[in-house]
């Protein structure tokens, strides 16, 4: 299984970044569209986001998604050295000069809440036919962002850097062959993207953007991935379902329900795959298959008609341990649904735990305090408080807690295992072997987003750091983020 993310490799630099941007841009002459190269194939795109406690939403509005690669002419060109040389020509400075591939994703207009995504990746787009070629850049526009503050509800409209126009760039760039069904996984993480600030509008967006792009589901287990879409096919034999997504005229997903996958009914109850096709809606929770990333390896599936279908998602904290199959949980502020501030959980035997980082667990991992999101079915009850019979309980993953910003003094040895830090309270030391390097440069133009490496960072450069704190002090870091430009 191989998992190829844009640019493992890339050096940081963010001049290079901005260089590229331009590059790029509306002005390189036009566009080749999606329907102009040859058939190639499917990509599969999903969003999802990292933790924030700061907001009760962040609604992110998207208008369009692409991959752009090498001008069609280079795309045929052979150096005549015996090597393949597709991917190398994502770092040619003469891309302007010919006509640049694009094969658009998504096109449309469609808000989404990204804290709704912090403990799944939701599919988002499916685009079938994306001709062959290398591509060396995703690019998203955003026209509109939300920031509900917790607790007041207050809402603020930061302004969006470039024109909303965000470029996330690879050297190497990746190649969609034909037949090919990639994975394009899209983390636009809130909690580093939104900064305070003391202006009129209280908040700047600087975004921060990882992206994998996979050709077989990774080893290591992510996010459970969910897919929602009517029923088209149903076949108990098999245990696979067809899911035709938004409505008459959508891609249509192929959908295996595993061998201890489990399909509920809208009453929460155990059904087999013997519904009938075309007037039901479904919502799959699993993960693309490792050896056909074109096939979707579901181990939930919940089914209801338009009319009787009503699981929905609720945010809260348990209040106490399940005892006998039951527990109360608390709901977070401004939830639709239920007027009642605590529900009484009901489990199943077939109810799901996951982690959200997609690790099954067992039941005895909800404990008293433990923050959830559980997928279920209401049950109004007018004496006693509601009833959630819940299918799928998810705990997450608690985030980074230590964050130091401030300026590059000095790498501490040549392995870029460490460096320091001058921040406003002093100068901290941080260790960074292991930790993700993403460089977001701004300009006129748009936002350049590519990831780097810690040695390509200079002094004086501004970044933040993710991580937690050692018992010495020191930050062991997850994720530096370098910025650059305006």
């Not at 499917?42 to 999802?48: I, K, S």
């Not at 403990?119 to 850049?137: I, Q």
């Not at 108990?236 to 329900?257: D, K, N, Y």
């Not at 987003?449 to 501004?462: D, L």
Request: a negative charge; charged letters at 25%.
């Amino acid at each position: 299984m191989s998992t190829t993310r844009l640019d493992p490799r890339a050096s940081g630099v963010a001049a290079c970044l901005l260089a590229t941007l331009a590059a790029c841009g509306e002005t390189g002459g036009e566009a080749s569209r999606i329907d102009d190269g040859p058939v190639g194939g499917t990509v599969n795109v999903l969003l999802t986001d990292a933790p924030t406690d700061d907001f009760s939403a962040i609604h992110v509005t998207f208008e369009r998604i692409e991959l752009l690669g090498v001008a069609a002419d280079d795309d045929e060109r052979d150096d005549d050295d015996g090597e393949d040389d597709d991917h190398a020509r994502c770092d040619d400075d003469d891309d302007d000069d010919g006509e640049q591939r694009r094969a658009v994703l998504f096109e449309g207009r469609e808000t989404l809440d990204l804290l709704r995504l912090e403990n799944f990746a939701n599919l988002f787009a499916v685009a079938p036919d994306v001709p062959a070629a290398t591509y060396c850049k995703l690019r998203l526009i955003v026209s509109a962002i939300e920031l509900v503050e917790r607790g007041s509800g207050e809402s603020h409209f930061p302004p969006l850097p470039g024109g909303g126009k965000l470029d996330l760039l690879g050297r190497d760039g990746f190649t969609v062959a034909p037949g090919d069904a990639l994975v394009v996984e899209i983390d636009l993480d809130a909690k580093k993207s939104i900064h305070a600030r003391a202006t009129s509008d209280g908040y700047r967006f600087r975004p921060v953007v990882f992206v994998k792009v996979s050709t077989a589901t990774p080893e290591v287990p992510g996010k459970l991935v969910r897919v929602q879409g009517w029923v088209n096919r149903a076949d108990a034999a098999t245990a696979s379902i067809g899911l035709q997504l938004g409505g008459i005229g959508g891609e249509q997903i192929a959908v295996q329900i595993v061998a201890d996958g489990v399909v509920f009914d809208a009453q929460r109850n155990r059904v087999a795959v013997d519904f009938r096709v075309g007037d039901n809606r479904a919502t799959a929770y699993g993960a693309f298959s490792a050896s056909d990333p074109a096939l979707f390896e579901a181990v939930l599936v919940q089914v209801g008609t338009p009319s009787s279908y009503v699981y929905a998602t609720y945010a809260g904290t348990v209040r106490d341990a399940p005892l006998a199959d039951r527990f109360a949980f608390d709901l977070d502020p401004g939830q639709p649904g239920s007027a009642d501030p605590a529900l009484a959980v009901a489990l199943a035997p077939d109810t799901l735990v996951y982690s959200g980082a997609g690790d099954r667990l067992a039941v005895q991992a909800i404990a008293a305090g433990a923050r959830a999101e559980i997928d279920g079915v209401l049950v109004p009850a007018p004496a006693a408080a509601d009833t959630l019979l819940a299918s799928l309980v998810v705990l997450p993953v608690a985030a980074a807690s230590g964050r130091l910003s401030g300026q590059l003094a000095a790498l501490d040895d040549g392995a870029g295992t460490s460096l320091t830090l001058a921040t406003a309270e002093g100068d901290r030391c941080v260790r960074t072997a292991g930790a993700r390097v993403v460089v977001s440069v701004e300009s006129a133009a748009g936002v350049a987003i590519g990831p780097g490496s810690v040695a390509g960072i200079v002094a004086g450069t501004e970044l933040e750091a993710y991580g937690e704190v050692a018992a010495d002090g020191c930050l062991e870091a997850h994720d530096l983020v370098v910025h650059g430009g305006d």
